[in-house]
Structures are given as structure tokens and as C-alpha cells.
């Protein structure tokens, strides 16, 4: 736990430049996958946690298979998100709460919850943390850190409205994964970097890959990618 009053006040220049990401049950995995290669090609480094609702997901919908301890091994995440990007990642059972980002004391800049479940986010909302993913957003919101939550449902209750406003107005950014099309996608790997690009943005991450909007009479080509951030290619036959 934190025992440095100063430390929410504390620049973020001098903050760690680790952005924690968690990966729940929610549909929408291709999300968290161009998140994690836009994160690692920005410099960034990561801390990956994945529920284990999140793990039956990530097979399910990106054929990434995780391991019992709640871990991805490292030729696993390099064969899903490239080499680059597997290489900035420090992976974390979603049972490990002895872990750095559990703990206040662990400067972090940001704490990412993509896509996140309804259940997840309750329980975040209510402060009640029974894993890794929920302890670390709980640490966001006492160190008053970025928190930014990309719920993914549809249609929404009053009770999952009522948990988004708390959050809210606690200091998290609610982000929903429904991207625009103001910027004509093509495919949907168009539709998934319009929204990273929205989260790199709360996050307070600004790269020459983010689609800038220039009216509708300018022209709002998209940039070339920074290197690194380019769309890493499934393996021939399918994805790993």
C-alpha cells in the first residue's frame, strides 16, 4: 500500500512508463490485441493480466490459449501480437496479487481495463477486488491514476449505467468499444485502430499513428504507422 502523500501529485514524467492491461471476459479481444502492439510500438512497457473468464474469451475469439496460472508463455504471445510487442510485456496470473501492480508503492502510469465485462466493472465500482485486474484498477483510483475502462455490451442496464457514472465520478474514463466510421473503415482491423487510437488518447499516449480528424472539407488521410505500430499479420493457416 501507499505511504507517500505526494505520490498522486507526483509528474508523470517522473512516474514508471508501465501501463497495466487487463483483459476480461467481455467479447471484443481484437481490442486488447491492437492495444497491446500500439502500447509496446509507443515505447511503452506492459503489464498483462488476464481473468480467467478472459482466458476462455481470448481462445475462444483469438485462438490464444492461457495456461492454468492464468499466464500466456512468451512464444505464444509472440506468435499473437509479434515479437516487438510480446517482448514489452510482463505477463501476471490474474491470481497473483502479491504483484507489483497490486500495490500503490509500484508507480505505473495508467491502468487499462480492455474490453471489460460488466462483472469486472461492478466489482471495480464497488471496490471489491478479487484479482490482480480488479486490484489493479482499485490502486488506480486511490492513487488517482488514469484509469481508463473500454466496456464492451450491448444493450446496457440501469445497473451497469449506475456502475459507469460511479467510475466516472470517481476519475476513470469510461471508453466503450464502439468505434466511429466517420474516418471510412475498410476492414475491421480499420475498425479496432480508431479505437485503440481513442484509448492511447485518454491515456494521455500521443503517436503519429492516431487518426487526427481535419473537418469535413480537409483531408484526413491515415498516417503511416510509427514503426512497431504497424498490424502484425496472423500466421499463415489461421491464427496461433
Not at 459507469?164 to 470517481?170: D, I, N, T
Not at 474514463?173 to 479496432?192: C, E, M, Q, R, W
Request: with cysteine.
Amino acid at each position: 500500500m501507499s505511504t507517500n502523500p505526494d505520490q498522486a501529485q507526483r509528474p508523470e514524467s517522473q512516474r514508471s512508463q508501465r501501463v497495466f492491461v487487463g483483459i476480461t471476459g467481455a467479447s471484443g479481444h481484437a481490442y486488447a490485441r491492437g492495444l497491446l502492439i500500439a502500447l509496446a510500438g509507443a515505447g511503452l512497457k506492459i503489464d498483462l493480466a488476464v481473468t480467467s473468464a478472459g482466458a476462455k474469451v481470448l481462445d475462444h475469439e483469438q485462438d490464444v490459449v492461457v495456461e492454468p496460472d492464468g499466464c500466456i508463455p512468451l512464444e505464444r504471445l509472440e506468435a499473437w501480437l509479434g515479437k516487438g510487442a510480446a517482448a514489452a510485456i510482463r505477463m501476471w496470473g490474474t491470481g497473483e496479487i502479491g504483484a507489483p501492480p497490486a500495490s500503490g508503492t509500484a508507480l505505473g502510469a495508467s491502468v487499462i481495463l480492455c474490453p471489460c465485462s460488466m462483472g469486472t466493472m461492478a466489482r471495480v465500482a464497488a471496490g471489491f477486488s478479487s484479482n490482480l485486474v480488479e486490484r489493479a484498477a482499485d490502486v488506480a483510483i486511490k492513487e488517482k491514476r488514469r484509469l481508463i475502462v473500454v466496456p464492451r455490451e450491448t444493450p446496457v442496464s440501469e445497473i451497469h449505467l449506475e456502475n459507469m457514472l460511479r467510475l466516472s465520478q470517481l476519475g476513470a474514463t469510461l471508453l466503450p468499444a464502439s468505434p466511429g466510421f466517420y474516418h471510412n473503415p475498410k476492414t475491421i482491423d480499420d475498425l479496432v485502430a480508431h479505437l485503440v487510437s481513442k484509448v492511447l488518447d485518454a491515456a494521455g499516449i500521443d503517436t503519429k499513428a492516431s487518426i487526427r480528424w481535419a473537418g469535413l472539407d480537409g483531408e484526413s488521410p491515415e498516417p503511416p504507422p510509427e514503426p512497431g505500430t504497424e498490424p502484425v499479420p496472423y500466421p499463415e493457416g489461421g491464427r496461433p
